[in-house]
């Protein structure tokens, strides 16, 4: 079992930023995948970004805008999101991928461990 806690969402005007942090406890591994997805109300789970000791995978929604990295030896996931937009208004979920592969999934089935997410919301 893997427990995850995020942190750090907020009410932002457009232009501004926000840093979101993901912790994760339990049942971990350096080798793990840790993302970061946001939902709307009716709307499936979108991928934001992710990262692996083998590299980071971004969304082209958030590319030059928003900054995945992380401490995997803390199990700790940050996500800095610049330059925020009304259309990134969604909650905002961390999961956890405990496979050992190279990839780094944007598809949420491969997240077997979710936080209870965090909520973003940009006004214009």
């Known amino acids: 079992q893997v427990n995850l806690v995020e942190s750090g969402g907020g009410l932002v005007q457009a232009g501004e930023s926000l840093r979101l942090s993901c912790t994760a406890s339990g049942r971990t591994n350096r080798y793990a995948a840790m993302g970061w997805f946001r939902q709307t109300p009716g709307k499936e789970r979108q991928f934001v970004a992710a990262i692996r000791y083998s590299g980071t995978v971004y969304a082209d929604s958030v590319k030059g805008r928003f900054t995945i990295s992380g401490d995997m030896d803390k199990n700790t996931v940050y996500l800095q999101m610049n330059s925020l937009r009304p259309e990134d208004t969604a909650v905002y979920y961390c999961?956890?991928?405990?496979?050992?592969?190279?990839?780094?999934?944007?598809?949420?089935?491969?997240?077997?461990?979710w936080g209870q997410g965090t909520q973003v919301t940009v006004s214009t």
């Open positions: 999961g956890f991928d405990p496979t050992s592969w190279t990839v780094v999934s944007n598809v949420a089935v491969s997240y077997e461990y």
